[in-house]
């Protein structure tokens, strides 16, 4: 049961480390105390069962479920974009691996829903990918089974300090994470501009250009866009800089 929920929580998106747990229980299998088919089992119905979740909302609700994820990502202003960029040049094949790769791990199943991939593609490779990754870690475990034993005595013996310490540790990185992302919203909080800001220049007759930066999924997804926007691939940006109009105000907009 905490193995199950651990990795449901992990996968849905909760800072929780499902990996400890994973190792853990795989030096119980060395040992004897359970069987590796059946923990096996366990993980991987708690990743599917959080990916399809993912999935389903990804396809219900677009790109408002990855603005509310970005809100809540330890790695809010990469996780999407590097999901989009993996599975547009990978494909389904990208979520065999996309478990080992943090912020990625959470974000390419509700992409996956946006840009249409077919729900057998998906449940198919997505499976692949949690086996692979609950095997590794299970089978790492179970591997240095001894190593993680007296590990586990020496942290029994230290006792109440241990789990202070671990609590303690975690404290300061989602800390230091919530800093980090402060300080880049406040450097680029004087170069924003709201949608009605926008909406009233443009209306008032302002010579401003608006540069489409979206994602190609999300634009085949949406299949809208700002009037007389420029549409640039963030890729692009480089090799299609010549085409944005020279002295005037620029806009841009993505996710």
Not at 22 to 41: D, I, N, Q
Not at 67 to 87: F, G, K, Y
Not at 216 to 231: F, G, I, Q
Request: glycine content about 8%.
């Amino acid at each position: 049961m905490v193995l199950f929920l651990i990795v449901l929580a992990e996968q849905l998106g909760l800072p929780l480390p499902a990996v400890p747990v994973l190792l853990a229980m795989g030096a119980m299998v060395g040992t004897g105390r359970f069987s590796f088919a059946a923990v096996l089992a366990i993980a991987v119905g708690a990743c599917m069962l959080a990916d399809f979740v993912w999935y389903r909302l990804g396809r219900w609700r677009g790109t408002k479920v990855l603005n509310w994820l970005c809100r809540i990502s330890l790695e809010p202003d990469s996780c999407v974009s590097t999901a989009q960029d993996r599975l547009a040049f990978r494909g389904a094949q990208a979520l065999l691996v996309a478990k080992f790769f943090p912020g990625f791990s959470t974000a390419a199943p509700p992409v996956a829903g946006l840009i249409g991939m077919r729900v057998s593609r998906f449940l198919l490779w997505d499976g692949m990918g949690a086996v692979l990754w609950s095997a590794t870690y299970l089978g790492l475990g179970w591997l240095f089974s001894d190593q993680l034993e007296r590990v586990m005595r020496a942290v029994t013996d230290v006792g109440g300090r241990a789990f202070f310490l671990a609590a303690a540790a975690l404290a300061a990185y989602l800390a230091w994470k919530a800093i980090q992302r402060r300080r880049f919203l406040r450097r680029i909080q004087l170069d924003r501009i709201t949608p009605e800001e926008l909406n009233a220049r443009l209306a008032a007759g302002e010579d401003i250009v608006v540069v489409d930066l979206r994602h190609s999924a999300e634009v085949e997804a949406d299949h809208s866009s700002l009037p007389h926007a420029l549409r640039i691939a963030p890729d692009a940006i480089d090799a299609h800089f010549s085409t944005i109009p020279p002295g005037r105000e620029v806009v841009l907009f993505c996710t």
